[in-house]
């Protein structure tokens, strides 16, 4: 039977990158027998321009039908001034809540046609392959209470609550510690526990569940230190462990030293792998319309989908390989063009991926 992709455009840039992923996934069925459906729906601010809701009813009962989830991006300038009830970036936290998404992992690999575009030096980043493991639905983000207030003096003060149960630590610690036995057996605990008295008991849920995997190389890292540490040597991490605006904060970072917000992709997973797909930029307004936006991070969040939803590692192999050979034949975006190198459009980009996986085998 064939699977069901929910796809969830939203704002600025969403569409167009979206396009791209979509041209991908188009080419996976017509020449290697990927058997899928797809259905479009609103979120973000063109859910609420089209129903006045940010997240409508619709979008949830269709990404609740689907397999999985492939969104691009929400928000933007002009729905600032809205409340922030009816933010785009409602929809978003309302998914990954209504969905239960807790595991976020962000992968930031350097391709090595990319070592130039890096902010770092080539030997400092050169080979640079962690995976960020951000807990999704928990920690400030959601914490209640929440709000703005009158205080005492009679001036307003807005305040939010973080806040984690040991069962939420404890989840996402497990999905860290199974990604690290995949990978090299390393996983850096990322908190602020020297401040926090939640990220405190972070850190002991984190050193309790390592009991069932003494295999694994367990470390601990304040969050100001792995920032510091991520632009100093990258090299020295392998998986990352980090609570919700931690991974925010240190996923950002870590795009840059792949050449640029534009290459990371992520995959949001419940705990039976149900997942969303989307890169971890956001609309950006200042280049949306224009043509000229990075979908490779879209077009590697739908390889994600293939990979961790499907189990289809053949055909995640191959976007892999077709992105490194779009690379390798110098096509460039003007996020991380430089000088030799074609500067293409988010269209040529999309042609050119789709063009390798062609000629791939
Ligand atoms: N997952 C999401 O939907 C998501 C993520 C982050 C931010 N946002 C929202 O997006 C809006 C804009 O936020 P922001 O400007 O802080 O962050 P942003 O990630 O949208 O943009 C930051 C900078 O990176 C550049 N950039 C981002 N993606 C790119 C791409 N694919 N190719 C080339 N350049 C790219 C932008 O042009 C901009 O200069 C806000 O409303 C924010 O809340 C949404
Ligand atoms: C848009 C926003 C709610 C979102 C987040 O903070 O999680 C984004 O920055 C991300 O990284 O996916
Ligand atoms: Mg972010």
Not at 9 to 30: F, Q, T, W
Not at 190 to 216: F, G, S
Not at 247 to 276: F, H, Q, R, W
């Amino acid at each position: 039977m064939s699977k069901k992709i929910a796809v969830l455009p939203g704002d600025g840039i969403g569409p167009e990158i979206v396009a791209e992923a979509l041209k991908v996934l188009d080419c996976l069925r017509s020449d290697f027998g990927v058997d899928v459906e797809i259905e479009h729906a609103l979120i973000g601010g063109a859910a609420y321009d089209a129903t006045g809701t940010p997240f409508p009813e619709e979008t949830l009962k269709l990404c609740r039908q689907a397999d999985a989830v492939l969104l691009g991006a929400v928000g933007g300038p002009k729905w600032e001034p809205l409340d922030y009830s009816v933010r785009p970036e409602r929809g978003l936290l309302g998914l990954r809540a209504e969905l239960e998404l807790f595991a976020n992992l962000r992968p930031a690999i350097l391709y090595p046609q990319l070592v130039d575009a890096s902010t770092l030096k080539a030997d400092v980043v050169s080979g640079l392959d962690i995976m960020i493991i951000r807990e999704l639905t928990g920690g400030i983000y959601f914490g209640k209470p929440r709000g703005v207030r009158t205080n005492d003096a009679g001036e307003r003060e807005g305040y939010n609550t973080l806040v984690y149960s040991e069962s939420e630590i404890r989840r996402i610690a497990k999905v860290a510690f199974d990604v690290a036995m995949k990978r090299n057996k390393r996983l850096c605990s990322i908190d602020k526990a020297n401040v926090l008295e939640c990220t405190e008991l972070w850190r002991q849920v984190v050193v309790e569940t390592h009991k069932d995997y003494p295999e694994v190389e367990l470390s601990h890292m304040y969050v100001d230190n792995a920032a510091m540490q991520l632009v100093r040597n990258p090299k020295q991490f392998d998986v990352m462990l980090t609570d919700n605006m931690f991974g925010d904060i240190l996923s950002d970072c870590a795009a840059m030293l792949t050449g640029s917000i534009g290459m990371l992709p992520s995959a949001s997973m419940d705990k039976n792998g149900k997942g969303m797909y989307e890169p971890i930029h956001g609309s950006a307004p200042d280049i949306a319309g224009k043509g000229i936006a990075n979908p490779i991070a879209t077009i590697l969040s739908l390889g994600m989908m293939l990979r961790y939803t499907f189990n289809d590692t053949v055909n995640a192999d191959r976007i892999e390989k077709a992105v490194a050979q779009a690379l390798e034949e110098d096509h460039r975006t003007a996020d991380i063009y430089s000088e030799h190198t074609i500067k293409c459009s988010t269209v040529d980009m999309g042609n050119a991926i789709v063009g390798a996986m062609r000629g791939q085998e």
